[in-house]
């Protein structure tokens, strides 16, 4: 088990996944419940998760988010989506425009950790045609899907992903 930098450090963007390896129903509830557990405004959790095993389902949000074919090859895609009327019932135009976007992002971020700690790996996508894959998803009107997760069992090993340097993006006051 690692601990939780470390866990931080071992997430990469991994675009190959093990054929034949599913993800197991006891690690995506575990990862389903850490995404649910990251804060959001208010605590309204103005955000969807949309879990999609069906293959020709992923066929399909892998031809929206411009042919990324890793969408189809893994065997499970998260599309979080974010409810901002949800978030305006209480917030406003605030709750609106930012919380729910803020909301949805924070709980795939968390998922995204989780999928590490349950042994696998995720590619955040959020390149795709909005009314597509909002379709292809089952959305309602006002879901608004962010990002797509693809999850699985790693079948590459992750390429380095440079950051900037610290003194570039922090500052000290
Ligand atoms: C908002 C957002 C959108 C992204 N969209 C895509 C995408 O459409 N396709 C893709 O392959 N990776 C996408 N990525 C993954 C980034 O390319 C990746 O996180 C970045 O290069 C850093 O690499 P790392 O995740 O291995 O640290 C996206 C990441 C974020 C946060």
């Known amino acids: 088990?690692?601990?939780?930098?470390?866990?931080?450090?071992?997430?990469?963007?991994?675009?190959?996944?093990?054929?034949?390896?599913?993800?197991?129903?006891?690690?995506?509830?575990?990862?389903?419940?850490?995404?649910?557990?990251?804060?959001?405004?208010?605590?309204?959790?103005?955000?969807?998760?949309t879990v999609v095993r069906d293959e020709q389902t992923r066929e399909k949000l892998a031809e929206a988010a411009s042919r990324q074919r890793f969408l189809a090859e893994a065997p499970v895609v998260l599309v979080f989506?974010?409810?901002?009327?949800?978030?305006?019932?209480?917030?406003?135009?605030?709750g609106a425009s930012i919380y729910a976007l803020q909301d949805a992002t924070i709980a795939a971020a968390y998922a995204q950790l989780a999928i590490v700690a349950a042994g696998m790996a995720s590619t955040?996508?959020?390149?795709?045609?909005?009314?597509?894959?909002?379709?292809?998803?089952?959305?309602?009107?006002?879901?608004?899907?962010?990002?797509l997760l693809?999850?699985?069992?790693?079948?590459?090993?992750?390429?380095?992903?440079?950051r900037r340097h610290l003194d570039d993006i922090v500052s000290w006051r």
């Open 81 to 94: 989506s974010a409810e901002p009327v949800r978030s305006a019932a209480r917030f406003g135009e605030r």
């Open 150 to 162: 693809s999850v699985g069992y790693p079948a590459e090993v992750a390429g380095l992903s440079p």
């Open 124 to 147: 955040w996508v959020g390149e795709f045609d909005e009314p597509r894959v909002r379709e292809i998803a089952g959305l309602e009107a006002d879901q608004i899907p962010l990002s």
């Open 1 to 49: 088990m690692w601990d939780f930098f470390e866990t931080v450090h071992h997430r990469h963007s991994i675009r190959k996944y093990q054929t034949g390896a599913p993800v197991e129903m006891e690690k995506l509830n575990a990862i389903l419940e850490t995404a649910c557990a990251a804060p959001s405004a208010g605590d309204i959790q103005a955000y969807h998760i």
